[in-house]
């Protein structure tokens, strides 16, 4: 997905997160744009606890509840893994 489309996309997106989020009574919603060419994905978040789970999952930093994951294209095998990974973690912390 070009820079362009990805921003087109998340200016549609982005401000119905949060209604669905309370709609569908979830914790999190993590969406992703990701862009198989250059081999990155781009993550918007909606709720500020989605922010700290991804900056850790990945080491990244969040801004503006976009993170920026280079090298980050497949969901199967190197997002669902870092996330439940950092999941694991928060309930063994608690």
């Known amino acids: 997905m070009s820079g362009k489309n990805r921003k087109t996309s998340q200016r549609l997106v982005g ?9 569908q009574r ?3 919603i993590i969406y992703m744009f990701t862009d198989v060419r250059t081999s990155t994905t781009e993550m918007l978040m909606a709720v500020t606890g989605a922010e700290e789970i991804t900056a850790r999952a990945f080491s990244t930093e969040i801004q503006d509840g976009l993170a920026l994951l280079p090298g980050v294209v497949s969901r199967k095998k190197q997002v ?6 950092v999941f694991k973690q928060m309930i063994e912390e608690k």
């Open 80 to 85: 669902i893994p870092a996330l439940m990974g």
């Open 15 to 23: 401000p119905y997160l949060e209604t669905a989020l309370h709609q």
């Open 26 to 28: 979830l914790n999190y």
